[in-house]
């Protein structure tokens, strides 16, 4: 029988000890190339780490095993997996993206994608028949986070899945607001998952990674191929960094989701607070009634970090219209709330008394 998640985020699928010298935190290979022992042939299959390492191959099984992916891959940031993924498409291909979509991203699509030649798209995809509406003959894929970051809005992945699938496009989510231990995409039906690895999965606010998780060989074969040729793939110390950060997944986003929801509960109760976004894991958004109170409340927290980046053990509270969203046009940030009153809040794993202690502190200092 299959592990449960809590079990293999520490031993994967539990293959028995994958070091050849037993040690059980697996080490870090630290090196370029691999010696061969004749033309051709080389035992373990490894050649050169820009296309395989043992250490990011223990990741990338790791990772297989919590998604439930045929095959995932280990990039040095969420980016450089997202833009891979963008790289399997033709000029002239339609993509349909959801319209609320970090930042970055929609920098890729606007500055990059389209300057491939793609014909992009943003729909709304927590309305199946808006989503529908905007299928068209040469759509390849549908590409959304659920929930969205940072107004936490919610898309059926299976019913996207379903329509995807009818029109022969791919469906693509970005998990990493969930994770794995909360949400499994491909198991709802979709094609491909990307993660941003520096949030959640290492956890720790000290390593920049990425993830692309395929759900089929076909797909893995031609990411492989990319992966390999464009070459942002993982470090074997970031890689060892990331097995480390995922070994206290499950205990982390266990502590991470019981905060947030004392302290969304929280925020609910205070007059300076108008609304509060709120949809499971570590992540809250919250508005407050103007805009100097906001940069007031980033100007007095102490113990909460005014910084960008999510999902580490400590709590960070960012400014989303000017950190993570300035090249989303103002326009499309007024029109999904993307205010200069509202605020996103990683709740981390501290104790929550004393992160409601700190915002308290920080909201009277800023209703002075
Ligand atoms: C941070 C983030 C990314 C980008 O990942 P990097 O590791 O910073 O390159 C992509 N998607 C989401 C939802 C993110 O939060």
Request: hydrophobic share 35%.
């Amino acid at each position: 029988m299959a592990y449960a998640m809590d079990t293999r985020c520490i031993h994967g699928e539990g293959h028995g000890n994958p070091d050849q010298n037993h040690a059980i935190s697996y080490p870090i290979y630290q090196t370029a190339s691999f010696s061969h022992l004749t033309p051709g042939h080389n035992p373990n299959g490894f050649d050169y780490s820009r296309e395989s390492n043992p250490t990011r191959a223990y990741l990338e099984e790791t990772l297989s095993s919590l998604e439930g992916a045929y095959d995932t891959i280990a990039f040095s940031s969420g980016m450089a997996a997202i833009s891979t993924a963008f790289e399997y498409f033709q000029p002239g291909d339609h993509i349909i993206c959801g319209e609320d979509l970090y930042g970055g991203a929609v920098r890729l699509i606007e500055q990059v994608c389209r300057k491939n030649g793609y014909e992009v798209e943003f729909a709304d995809t927590t309305d199946p028949a808006l989503l529908k509406a905007a299928l068209k003959k040469n759509t390849k894929a549908i590409y959304f986070e659920t929930p969205t970051n940072p107004m936490m809005r919610i898309t059926d992945i299976g019913a996207v899945a379903e329509l995807a699938h009818q029109a022969g496009a791919l469906t693509i989510v970005d998990n990493t607001f969930m994770t794995p231990y909360f949400q499994n995409p491909l198991k709802e039906g979709a094609d491909i998952v990307v993660h941003s690895g520096t949030k959640y999965l290492a956890g720790h606010n000290d390593t920049v990674c990425g993830f692309l998780c395929s759900g089929n060989a076909e797909l893995a074969d031609r990411f492989r191929l990319l992966s390999k040729t464009t070459g942002a793939t993982l470090g074997p110390f970031e890689s060892w960094l990331c097995l480390r950060g995922l070994k206290t997944l499950a205990l982390r986003m266990e502590r991470h989701k019981s905060n947030a929801e004392a302290v969304s509960q929280w925020l609910r109760e205070q007059n300076m607070v108008s609304r509060v976004y709120y949809a499971g894991s570590g992540m809250i958004s919250f508005t407050v009634t103007t805009p100097e109170k906001a940069v007031a409340i980033l100007k007095n927290i102490r113990l909460i970090t005014f910084a960008e980046s999510l999902g580490g053990t400590e709590s960070l509270l960012t400014y989303p219209a000017v950190q993570t969203h300035p090249d989303v046009p103002e326009e499309q940030r007024e029109k999904l709330g993307i205010t200069d009153t509202l605020l996103r809040l990683s709740v981390g794993i501290e104790n929550p008394d004393d992160i409601i202690a700190d915002l308290r502190q920080a909201f009277e200092n800023a209703g002075k």
